[in-house]
């Protein structure tokens, strides 16, 4: 079982930086792939980003690609995603994930399914 709590999100303005942290309760963590979602209201679930197991691959989003980055602490079992620049079409509910099925492989997945553990989201909103 692998459970997610982030911390991070609230309001930022248009241009400025946030930090989102996700922490794992899990032994596995340093073997699975972490990723980051985003919801907007009326909108489908959208890959933000992810990174693997060791950090040798990550992959970003089209929307956030060049703004965003990606890390991971598998000391402290924590995965952060900071994103620079943010618009008001940044604004959404972000969610970290894990994909346990990745163990130990140099995989991101941009696909919510291959997803099997979420965190319990956090709300950004991004004021002019």
């Known amino acids: 079982q692998v459970r997610l709590v982030q911390y991070g999100g609230g309001s930022v303005q248009t241009g400025g930086s946030l930090t989102l942290s996700c922490a794992a309760s899990?032994?596995?963590?340093?073997?699975?792939?972490m990723g980051w979602f985003r919801q907007a209201l009326g909108n489908e679930r959208e890959f933000v980003g992810g990174i693997n197991w060791n950090g040798d691959k990550i992959n970003y989003g089209d929307s956030v690609k060049g703004r965003a980055t990606i890390s991971r602490d598998n000391a402290k079992n924590t995965a952060s995603l900071r994103l620079n620049y943010l618009k008001p079409e940044d604004a959404a509910m972000y969610y970290c994930?894990?994909?346990?099925?990745?163990?130990?492989?140099?995989?991101?997945?941009?696909?919510?399914?291959?997803?099997?553990?979420w965190g319990q989201g956090t709300e950004v909103t991004v004021s002019s």
């Open positions: 994930a894990a994909d346990s099925k990745g163990y130990r492989l140099r995989r991101v997945s941009v696909r919510v399914r291959d997803y099997d553990y």
């Open positions: 899990t032994r596995i963590f340093d073997s699975v792939t």
